[in-house]
């Protein structure tokens, strides 16, 4: 049988500074939210810039790009409208006349279609916030970390919308809701209450992927589902200042604003 060890006073006053400094020391180190299971040194790093691949992701036509998921499942007057809306298109262009677009009126491309990258996006991130910079028109949308999302009638609606995101393991999840209903994807309207969920990944160290859902109740039959693809880029972006076509300038120099 193993001798018993005896303690002196000196030893057990030592033995209880050392649990009471030990106690001090937890508690000043901060307990990490329940929802990080991955600290920030550990989680992949998506920041840098990215552009769209493969190379030929728009299809034939860059300036009618395809739609990334396939045809979407449109209720049939929103699906009525779009038809009508391609063939006034076709006709405009023929033409040599173009309707109004986005980009012809100097205005941000909004959610989801900032993530198109239709120009290169960069990515900034920390633990509190991940930041998506969009060179056309220095666009900015902010995903906001570990935060609920507010209730829908509480936040006005944005070209981005409002952001809230979280990691699951190596995947940021994103859920955005309150994009304003005058930004239209691929020239498709959307509701009100339209909810995008993304879930952005490295697949390898340079390649991206960003898995979406769009759910609008008012719009789509059926949820549309689609895939981003990126590839990591050393292009810095650049400032990128759209003239506002808007402002028509007379030959005396004298501005108006055109509503047409």
């Known amino acids: 049988m193993k001798p018993t060890r005896t303690l002196n006073t000196a030893m057990i006053f030592v033995g209880i500074a050392l649990v009471t400094v030990a106690g001090m020391c937890n508690a000043a180190t901060p307990s990490k939210p329940l929802n990080d299971k991955h600290s920030v040194s550990t989680r992949p790093d998506i920041s840098g810039t990215w552009e769209r691949t493969p190379d030929d992701w728009f299809g034939e036509n860059p300036d009618d790009p395809v739609h990334p998921g396939g045809p979407m499942d449109l209720k049939a007057s929103y699906a009525d409208e779009y038809v009508a809306l391609k063939k006034r298109q076709a006709i405009a262009n023929e033409a040599g006349t173009p309707l109004a677009t986005t980009s012809s009126k100097c205005l941000p491309e909004g959610m989801p279609t900032l993530m198109a990258a239709l120009f290169p996006i960069q990515i900034i991130h920390d633990d509190k916030q991940v930041i998506v910079l969009g060179e056309y028109l220095q666009q900015v949308r902010r995903i906001?970390?570990?935060?609920?999302?507010p209730p829908k009638e509480t936040l006005d609606p944005?070209?981005?919308?409002?952001?809230?995101?979280h990691w699951e393991g190596d995947t940021l999840v994103v859920e955005t809701q309150r994009v304003r209903t005058d930004v239209s994807f691929y020239d498709v309207p959307h509701g009100k209450d339209m909810k995008i969920t993304e879930r952005i990944r490295l697949t390898t160290p340079d390649h991206l992927e960003n898995q979406v859902v769009i759910e609008?109740?008012?719009?789509?039959k059926t949820p549309y589902r689609f895939t981003f693809e990126y590839k990591r880029s050393n292009y810095a972006i650049q400032e990128y200042v759209c003239e506002n076509n808007q402002i028509v300038i007379d030959k005396e120099g004298k501005a108006s604003l055109s509503l047409e």
């Open 216 to 220: 609008d109740p008012q719009v789509l």
């Open 158 to 165: 944005k070209y981005q919308g409002h952001s809230r995101g």
């Open 144 to 149: 906001l970390l570990n935060e609920a999302m």
